[in-house]
């Protein structure tokens, strides 16, 4: 059987390992961080356990069809919990709107705020629902090399309900006047990185997987599903080297040989990279071998970097639910000074994640984990006078908002932002979650999976298809896996 490497352990990484070792090869993953899991890493401190990156856990469906492949199911490695409610959001002070997890609950919400929403709710879900199926069944699970992949007769079928060239913010808008019922479905958007206004409408299918398919919690937090993954992996013989960063990867006669890495030369027949797609190609490939140039990236849409906060604070908090959304201002002006104009944000929108409401194991009794997240632009400059400020806007605002004061209570606190992205990840700019998914970055426009100058070399993760986010980065890794199957049999006389 083969040698396949594989550059860092996000969860595309996990899954394009997971299958390739289902299939009886020799699978090594190197990352250079100390711990796996990549920008889904966990950290424990002062008896509080924070998951570092995602925190909403959406899609269920598509962790099922990853572990189904190995006659398992997600039960066999992590307990989840649904949320009711989903999450909640503050436009102010005691202006609070809750998102039930009951879809009649939910149609009575859009109703008492917009005679007649109830019913557009319906058609706008019923829609939306469409183009998941479509979506999941013929098109995310596609490499995006060529328009013909895409040319099944259930995608010709539904072209025009896929509203693939109306923007997000009209359709939105042609159904809910409420600016609160239009923030609302609006901000899903904010996961796929980009403004509303610039995103085609086929993303309302994150409405409907947000808003019908329900809003979940594994227990002990995110990094749950990490654990489970590393487990089954090990299971299948994946080696695993942590804090082993790779540093060239030597390529000859149209492909790559060797990985360099600060712990010595690893051997390969296949390369998956699943470290972000613009390291792997402007620093660790040779020039000649690169397809993109520094120009190609530069004029990428990223999605946000953010200014996270880890925060302890020892008592608890009323009024927080375990996802709390802080729309208090316009978020129109917050999304020009991230796309258009970059500055630190004006007025800015936030996020506040209190999974201690949920679960008891990661922080001490009578506790409260919290972790703020802030979008910002990528590459803004990133100084301890700004983070300060920023995290002090949010703390102000929570105790404003939820009456309920706890500054001198914190006994925990860590700050992360654009340049610990850099460190941390090799993120360009310092972005959180990969490329933006507006439609000129959309499938066959998106950075290729496959290089054309390496034929053994597979990119995988959220720079290319199907794009940002945890259930893409799983879907990611499965193609890579599936190209990367191919190409090994095809060149197994070779081997
Ligand atoms: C703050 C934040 C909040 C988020 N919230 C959500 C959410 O709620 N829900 C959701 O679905 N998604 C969310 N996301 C997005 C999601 O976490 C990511 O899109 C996804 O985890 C990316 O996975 P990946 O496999 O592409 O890469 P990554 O997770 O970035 O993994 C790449 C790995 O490569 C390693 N690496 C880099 N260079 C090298 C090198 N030279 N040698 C060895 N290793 C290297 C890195 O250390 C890293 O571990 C969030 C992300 C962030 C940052």
Same mark, same amino acid.
């Given at each position: 059987m083969a040698q396949v490497n594989i550059i860092g352990s996000g969860f595309s990484s996990l899954a394009a390992a997971g299958l390739l070792a289902k299939e009886g090869h020799d699978v090594s993953i190197f990352e250079k961080?100390?711990?796996?899991?990549?920008?889904a890493r966990q950290f424990q401190d002062k008896g509080f356990t924070f998951d570092?990156?995602?925190?909403w856990y959406w899609m269920p469906d598509v962790f099922e069809r990853f572990f189904r492949q190995f006659n398992q199911q997600p039960s066999d490695y992590y307990q989840l919990v649904k949320l009711d409610p989903s999450f909640r959001i503050f436009?102010?002070?005691?202006?609070i709107l809750d998102i039930p997890d009951s879809y009649s609950q939910l149609e009575e919400v859009f109703e008492s705020l917009e005679v007649g929403s109830a019913k557009k709710l319906r058609s706008f879900l019923e829609n939306a629902k469409q183009k998941y199926e479509v979506g999941m069944q013929?098109?995310?699970?596609?490499?995006?090399?060529? %328009?013909w992949e895409f040319a099944t007769w259930e995608v010709l079928r539904s072209l025009l309900k896929l509203?693939?060239?109306?923007s997000f913010d009209t359709y939105t808008r042609s159904h809910f006047r409420h600016e609160k019922l239009i923030a609302l479905m609006e901000f899903p958007i904010l996961f796929l990185g980009a403004m509303p206004s610039r995103t085609? #409408?086929?993303?309302?299918l994150m409405n409907y997987a947000g808003l019908r398919l329900g809003t979940w919690y594994p227990l002990g937090g995110m990094y749950e599903i990490v654990n489970g993954m590393t487990r089954l992996l090990q299971s299948l013989g994946v080696e695993f080297h942590a804090e082993t960063e790779v540093q060239h990867i030597s390529a000859s006669g149209g492909r790559s040989t060797l990985l360099h890495t600060s712990k010595g030369a690893f051997k390969h027949d296949v390369l998956i990279a699943g470290a972000d797609y613009h390291h792997v190609e402007q620093? %660790?490939?040779?020039?000649?071998?690169?397809?993109?140039?520094p120009g190609y990236w530069n004029k990428r849409s990223l999605s946000p970097s953010c200014l996270l906060a880890f925060v302890g604070v020892k008592k608890r908090i009323k009024n927080l639910l375990h996802h709390n959304l802080?729309?208090?201002?316009?978020?129109q002006q917050h999304a020009q000074e991230i796309y258009?104009?970059?500055?630190?944000?004006t007025k800015p929108l936030f996020y506040v994640c209190c999974p201690s409401k949920t679960d008891d194991?990661? #922080?001490?009794?009578?506790m409260e984990n919290l972790f703020f997240l802030l979008p910002i632009a990528p590459?803004?400059?990133?100084s301890p006078e700004a983070r300060e400020e920023y995290f002090h806007y949010m703390l102000s605002k929570i105790e404003q908002f939820t009456g309920e004061a706890f500054a001198a209570d914190i006994i925990y606190r860590k700050l992360y932002c654009v340049e610990d992205f850099k460190m941390d990840y090799h993120a360009l700019k310092g972005?959180?979650?990969? %490329?933006?998914?507006?439609l000129q970055q959309t499938a066959i426009l998106k950075?290729?999976?496959?290089s054309d100058k390496i034929g053994n070399l597979f990119y995988t993760g959220h720079?290319?298809?199907?794009?940002?986010g945890v259930p893409p980065a799983l879907i990611s890794g499965q193609i890579a896996a599936k190209q990367a199957s191919q190409y090994l049999k095809n060149h197994e006389s070779n081997l």
């Open positions: 961080n100390p711990t796996f899991g990549g920008r570092m990156g995602p925190s436009f102010g002070k005691g202006d013929h098109l995310v699970y596609k490499q995006g090399n060529s %328009l509203d693939l060239f109306t085609p #409408a086929l993303y309302s620093s %660790l490939l040779p020039e000649k071998h690169r397809k993109y140039s802080f729309f208090h201002e316009d978020f258009v104009q970059p500055k630190w944000p194991s990661i #922080a001490p009794e009578g590459n803004l400059e990133d972005n959180a979650y990969g %490329l933006s998914n507006t950075p290729k999976m496959r720079l290319t298809v199907p794009g940002p």
